[in-house]
């Protein structure tokens, strides 16, 4: 088992976010987590990282009981994230985001990491010297992603990677989840509103609705779900009401 | 002319010494958001840390000015970095995420301490130190009047531009420096690159007192002598140099701290030498008032 939630509940203040959350994620796997908006999805991809930190449950990495590290030696166990919203680096240039993302890298690595990244995101290169922040939002996508893989990652955490992209980068996105994860055996935990996408990709899926899993199977079971096609199919991206 | 042409060199004297420190400020507010209101006190500190090394260094004999000069600005160096880190620990770090006015109640606490303890052990009065560099260079005549330019107002400029330009490598080219700026955008996903960002901010704490060390002891060999009140106002002017270039700007802190110092000369020689510090203070309100970002700043974005 590469990465264990075991009743993993989280907080904002007074804010109950998750409610005894239970996910695994095995070695080689898409496991894809699908869900209305707030459902709690990003504070689970958050609360792997401490931020916010598990208030009761366990979180374990390959074997390693992650729970109560600090943020940035939970990366260093070999976990990067794409986080909602992308979040690079405005104000630094391509490259030197990239250069952020493989200060875990051994030296010696960068040159080659930059030129599989180059190879993978033509886009990157020709705007290597350019502020981040001039970048299109899709651009920015590519650049978050290329980011969170300069550090040679055991495990990819992407955050609703398609939202409010051309549908052009959406399939380059889902391209690259499909690539990354069979020819290079990458693990990959995707979070997605984009569930048609999404459960065609994984190999295992979960549903969390107000901060619950209520339902989980491979990706083709839970496409076939009349309960998920109704939610998350059919009536599209629509938000969560009150239940 | 000749008058001008002094305050000219002795005003980028005092800019260069006001930037160094100003640095130290911008720094810290770049990364937390917040002015470190102790770090006035580091140019005091490490001007009476070089008064007491001159007096030791003198009488064990200790003639030779590099060397004399280059042990009390490393004594300088480590002592106020170890400040400078203690104040993040103790007065910053606990209260983050608390209101901002927490910390810095706790940092201007810590700063009280320190003068009184400074207060204590050295005594109230103006301590003066043996000439370390004495001498210079008269340019010109006119008039009966000398432009000098003297050889401690020449190293304050060498030394200030060398550490300028070290400075600026270390935060654009060097890893450190990345990790410094990428701090500055955005904490959160600098940590989930797997950096270590409470070192990050520390090292920052520590660098600016370091630049700050420097230029107290240079200072005190420019003056001679070392009060409270000087440490006291040159840690308010140097803020207002970080304030006029652009709190968070570091070419901003060096611009600032030029022009404060030139505005001091100019308005000593021209206007009023009694009241030439009414001129930095009506600056930071001014500045406060019309144009807060200051020259070189971003205009303030409420931080998320
Ligand atoms: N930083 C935050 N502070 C307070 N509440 C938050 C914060 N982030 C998310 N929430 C709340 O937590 C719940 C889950 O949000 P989130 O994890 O972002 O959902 P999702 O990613 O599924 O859209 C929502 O009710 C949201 O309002
Ligand atoms: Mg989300």
Redesign the pocket.
């Known amino acids: 088992m590469m990465l264990q939630l075991s009743g993993v509940h989280a907080h904002?203040?007074s804010?109950h976010?998750l409610h005894g959350v239970d996910v695994a994620v095995q070695v080689g796997e898409v496991v894809t987590l699908i869900?209305a908006?707030?459902?709690?999805?990003?504070?689970?991809m958050m609360s792997i990282f401490g931020q916010p930190r598990a208030s009761a449950g366990r979180i374990v990495f390959d074997g390693e009981d992650i729970t109560a590290l600090p943020t940035h030696e939970i990366a260093r166990r070999g976990i990067s994230l794409v986080p909602?919203g992308r979040r690079i680096f405005p104000r630094m240039t391509v490259i030197e985001n990239l250069q952020m993302g493989a200060v875990l890298g051994e030296e010696m690595n960068f040159a080659v990491d930059l030129k599989r990244m180059y190879a993978l995101f033509p886009i990157l290169e020709e705007r290597c010297t350019q502020s981040a922040g001039t970048l299109s939002g899709g651009e920015q996508q590519m650049l978050a992603i290329a980011r969170a893989l300069m550090s040679r990652p055991q495990l990819l955490l992407l955050d609703e990677p398609s939202l409010g992209l051309a549908p052009l980068y959406i399939k380059k996105i889902f391209q690259i989840v499909r690539e990354l994860n069979r020819e290079h055996g990458m693990t990959i935990l995707l979070v997605e509103q984009n569930a048609h996408h999404a459960l065609r990709v994984a190999h295992r899926a979960y549903v969390?609705q107000h901060g619950e899993i209520i339902l989980s199977g491979t990706g083709s079971e839970l496409l076939a779900s009349p309960e998920v096609r109704a939610a998350y199919l059919e009536a599209g991206q629509k938000t969560e009401t009150a239940a | 002319m000749a008058l001008a042409l002094q305050q000219l060199i002795n005003g980028l004297t005092l800019g260069a010494v006001y930037g160094l420190i100003a640095i130290g400020y911008t720094m810290v507010y770049g990364i937390i958001g917040m002015i470190n209101f102790a770090h006035g006190d580091i140019y005091m500190v490490s001007a009476f840390i070089a008064v007491t090394v001159f007096t030791i260094l003198a009488t064990f004999g200790v003639s030779s000015v590099p060397l004399a000069l280059l042990l009390v600005l490393i004594v300088a160096v480590l002592f106020t970095s170890v400040y400078g880190w203690a104040v993040e620990r103790i007065a910053y770090r606990p209260l983050r995420g608390a209101t901002r006015l927490a910390p810095l109640i706790s940092a201007i606490g810590m700063s009280i301490f320190l003068q009184n303890m400074v207060q204590l052990t050295q005594g109230a009065r103006v301590k003066p130190i043996p000439p370390v560099l004495v001498g210079g260079i008269d340019l010109l005549t006119v008039d009966g009047f000398t432009v000098r330019l003297a050889y401690t107002q020449i190293l304050i400029v060498l030394v200030t531009v060398a550490l300028m330009s070290g400075f600026t490598y270390l935060i654009t080219k060097t890893s450190f420096g990345r990790q410094q700026r990428s701090c500055e955008q955005d904490r959160t996903m600098t940590a989930l690159l797997g950096i270590n960002v409470d070192r990050t901010i520390s090292l920052t704490f520590m660098l600016g007192a370091a630049l700050a060390a420097v230029a107290g002891v240079m200072v005190t060999v420019y003056y001679g002598v070392v009060d409270f009140y000087i440490g006291f106002v040159a840690g308010i002017k140097a803020f207002t140099a970080a304030v006029l270039g652009g709190i968070g700007s570091l070419p901003g802190a060096m611009l600032g701290g030029l022009l404060i110092g030139l505005i001091e000369a100019f308005w000593a020689a021209y206007l009023s030498a009694e009241y030439k510090d009414v001129a930095t203070f009506s600056i930071l309100i001014l500045v406060l008032m019309f144009r807060p970002s200051g020259l070189l700043g971003r205009p303030e974005v409420e931080k998320v």
């Open positions: 904002y203040g804010i976010a869900g908006n707030g459902a709690g999805k990003s504070t689970l909602e969390l």
